[in-house]
Every structure is written in structure tokens, then in C-alpha cells.
């Protein structure tokens, strides 16, 4: 009876839908503007809060926005206390809004992986001659 209790409440706790990531993460816009035409440079910055496995940032970046340099796929190796910041520079071709989302997936060559993939949004809403920023978008 106690296998079967167990089974149900690992089931459940893996079914639910926030988990606590072992790291804390920002994105920022660190240099230019996200105007139409122009260059900036986008960072994601991790703190790991623990010892992490291999950790694999990618950068899913939606049509009308151009990446000038940078790699949008980078692998990291963080230990407790570490600060990583990875950067890429981006241009808006098309005025509107954009969501840029950072994906962090923990032991990506893992075959079991449970509760390792995280994603963070990034909102930009560009013009000729003004962007706004925001990680929430009610902002």
C-alpha cells in the first residue's frame, strides 16, 4: 500500500506544473536599442544556485529580428555561486511585438529528462523610434 501512496504523490509531483529552477536568470538589453533598423546586444545572465550538470542556453529568436553575432546555442558548465553571462546581438527589421524566449535545459544528453527544461520570455515592442522592454508581459 505505502508503493502504491508513493507512486501517486511522485506522479503527481512531476505532473505539477512550476518547479523551482536551480538557478536564478535575467535578460537584459546591456547595449543600443531594440528600434527598428538598429543593433543591440541581449543578455542572459544565470546564477547558479548549486552545482549544475552540463547546461545547454539556446536562444529562440522569432522572425523580425535578425541575428547580427553571436551563437544562439551555448553550453555552460556553472558551479554553485557561479554568475554566466551570454550575449548576442540582434536587429529588429519590422516594427510590432516580439517575444524572445531563452530556453535552459539542464543534462540535455540525458535520456530521462524530467523536470530540466526551463524558459524564460523576453517582450520587445519596437518603432522607428522607441522600444520597450519587459520579462512580463503585462509590463
Known amino acids: ?3 502504491i501512496i508513493f507512486c501517486l ?9 512550476d518547479t523551482i529552477a536551480p538557478f536564478y536568470s535575467r535578460v537584459s538589453v546591456v ?9 543591440f546586444n541581449l543578455a542572459f545572465t544565470l546564477k547558479a544556485l548549486m552545482d549544475l550538470p552540463e547546461t545547454r542556453i539556446l536562444f529562440e529568436i522569432p522572425k523580425g529580428i535578425e541575428l547580427v553575432d553571436g551563437t ?8 554553485s555561486g ?13 516594427a510590432g511585438p516580439y517575444r524572445i524566449t531563452i530556453h535552459t535545459i539542464l543534462a540535455p544528453n540525458d535520456t530521462i529528462p524530467i523536470l530540466q527544461h526551463y524558459a524564460k520570455d523576453f517582450y520587445i515592442i519596437s518603432s522607428q523610434d522607441s522600444a520597450i522592454y519587459s520579462e512580463n508581459p503585462e509590463r
Open 31 to 39: 547595449e543600443g536599442k531594440a528600434k527598428v533598423g538598429q543593433e
Open 1 to 3: 500500500m505505502k508503493g
Open 9 to 17: 504523490f511522485l506522479t503527481v509531483s512531476l505532473l505539477s506544473g
Open 72 to 79: 544562439p546555442i551555448r553550453t555552460v558548465y556553472p558551479h
Open 82 to 94: 557561479d554568475s554566466i553571462a551570454e550575449t548576442i546581438w540582434l536587429r529588429i527589421l519590422f
